[in-house]
């Protein structure tokens, strides 16, 4: 019998029946499992806090810690805890916001507040460019604070950089003026 794929043979491949050759066999291959449910990888989550201050001012340092269990993420997040202070990113990190702000020239920013109301005729006026509020200044600056029925100005100074705090300036509401007590 003549080969039936053989182009240059005498026979025509549409005269004569052949066999077609066996397919091979078909291979399957299996592909891993499709999880059904999407579970997060660590479902636990703690988020720190570091501040150098009360204030805003003060820098920060907030870390994430993942884990898959409570427990496992509660003890990351006393590791990071001691990992960060033998490390000593903690100080690094005040000691470079502390450097940053001594290097920057620029004046010393002013309180973001209003001035106390004058009324006049029935009506709230507004306070003039050439009226003095008092002693609002110090060196240090200073973050005004007003609660209930007093305000005050007390003095940005860090002591834990050796800096002594100014006496806070208290509105005098005879005066409508501050005055710092000592």
């Known amino acids: 019998m003549t080969d039936p794929t053989d182009p240059f043979a005498d026979v025509s491949p549409w005269e004569t029946p052949t066999e077609l050759p066996a397919e091979p066999a078909a291979v399957t291959t299996l592909e891993p499992p499709v999880p059904t449910t999407s579970a997060p990888m660590n479902p636990f989550k703690i988020g720190l806090t570091f501040k150098s201050s009360a204030s805003f001012e003060g820098e920060w340092i907030t870390p994430t ?3 898959s269990t409570a427990d496992e993420t509660a003890r990351r997040a ?7 202070r033998e490390h000593g990113v903690i100080d690094l990190a005040s000691n470079a916001a502390q450097y940053t702000r001594q290097q920057y020239k620029g004046a010393a920013a002013k309180p973001a507040t209003t001035a106390p109301k004058r009324f006049e005729g029935g009506k709230v006026q507004p306070k003039s460019d050439g009226e003095h509020q008092g002693e609002t200044d110090c060196p240090h600056g200073r973050t ?3 609660k209930g029925t007093w305000e005050a100005y007390f003095c940005n100074a860090d002591e834990r950089a050796g800096e002594k705090k100014c006496g806070a300036a208290f509105l005098n509401k005879k005066t409508n003026r501050f005055e710092v007590k000592n």
Not at 78 to 84: F, K
């Open 65 to 67: 810690i993942y884990g």
């Open 78 to 84: 006393v590791e990071l805890m001691h990992s960060l």
């Open 144 to 146: 005004h604070v007003a």
